[in-house]
């Protein structure tokens, strides 16, 4: 089960956490990568790591928030290994903004990262797995999306953010449902990566984080990842429009 052989992803935000673990765990699956970001460096050392372990990996320096970047990452994953099946749209940024000081820039640096990228790559994608009839999207949203009693101070634009991907994942999966392209969410609770590393360096917020989880720890990225390859595989058929919060319980407590 689960096995990806033969199969194409596009993985955003590829350099590091989320990301990083997921191209890992969709190649050992079988699957060929092409990996997207910005840190060109961290990538190329991914493309190793793959590559190390008998995988195929591609680099493609890749700002989410430039269209020809975006039609490049597509393009260059097509003409390299010849479709596109998969895509993980993860490439996000955090950022801590008070409500009464937010700016339209900061307003529109983390919405136009997380929300309006995940479109047009989405949208970019979606155009190549239709010549095939088959498509796998899957959109990293976070536990802060709404709906679930997870709002967070200080983060508005952020949650904004996420809250659109998880209404333009059903919106896609409604659209694409007799197309052959799946497209669903993945909601994490507070994963270990660059992004949180800074939580973890304050003790009182990071101690009140940890005793509002069940779990009381914060996820590993590669906890994220196995639910990647769920949504990838030929066994997810049925599955669209959904979100799946990975979260060590903490939307459900
Ligand atoms: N960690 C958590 O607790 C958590 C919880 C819920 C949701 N998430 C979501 O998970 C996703 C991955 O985050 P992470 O936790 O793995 O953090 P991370 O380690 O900071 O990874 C973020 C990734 O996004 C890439 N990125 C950011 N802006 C980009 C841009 N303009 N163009 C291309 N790539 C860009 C970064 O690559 P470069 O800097 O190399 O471009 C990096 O690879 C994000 O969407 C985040 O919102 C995280």
């Known amino acids: 089960m689960f096995t990806l052989t033969g199969k194409v992803a596009l993985v955003t935000g590829a350099s590091s956490g989320i990301g990083r673990a997921s191209a890992l765990a969709l190649a050992h699956q079988g699957a060929k990568i092409a990996l997207a970001a910005r840190r060109v460096d961290k990538l190329e050392t991914l493309v190793a790591e793959i590559q190390a372990a008998g995988g195929e990996a ?38 801590i903004e008070q409500t009464l000081d937010m700016t339209s820039d900061g307003w529109d640096k983390v919405v136009n990262t997380n929300l309006k990228a995940y479109f047009f790559v989405a949208q970019t994608a979606a155009k190549e797995m239709l010549k095939n009839k088959f498509g ?7 536990i802060l999306s709404g709906g679930v009693g997870s709002g967070m101070a ?9 809250g659109g991907v998880v209404a333009m994942t059903e919106g896609l999966a409604d659209e694409f449902a007799t197309q052959g392209i ?15 590393a800074s939580v973890q360096q304050m003790p009182d917020l990071y101690k009140g984080l940890l005793a509002r989880i069940p779990m009381k720890r914060f996820g590993k990225a590669e906890e994220i990842a196995a639910t990647v390859v ?18 060590g319980g903490w939307t459900a407590s």
């Open 58 to 95: 591609l680099a493609i320096p890749t700002d989410v928030l430039k269209q020809e970047d975006v039609q490049n990452a597509v393009a260059k994953t097509v003409a390299t290994f010849g479709r596109l099946d998969i895509l993980l749209n993860n490439a996000g940024i955090g950022s």
């Open 136 to 142: 796998r999207i899957i959109n990293i949203a976070s």
């Open 154 to 162: 200080g983060a508005i634009n952020y949650c904004a953010s996420k």
């Open 182 to 196: 799946t497209v669903n969410a993945i909601g994490p609770g507070f994963i270990e990566t660059e992004m949180t």
């Open 230 to 247: 769920y949504l990838a595989s030929d066994e997810a058929s049925y599955t669209t429009g959904a979100t799946f919060y990975i979260d």
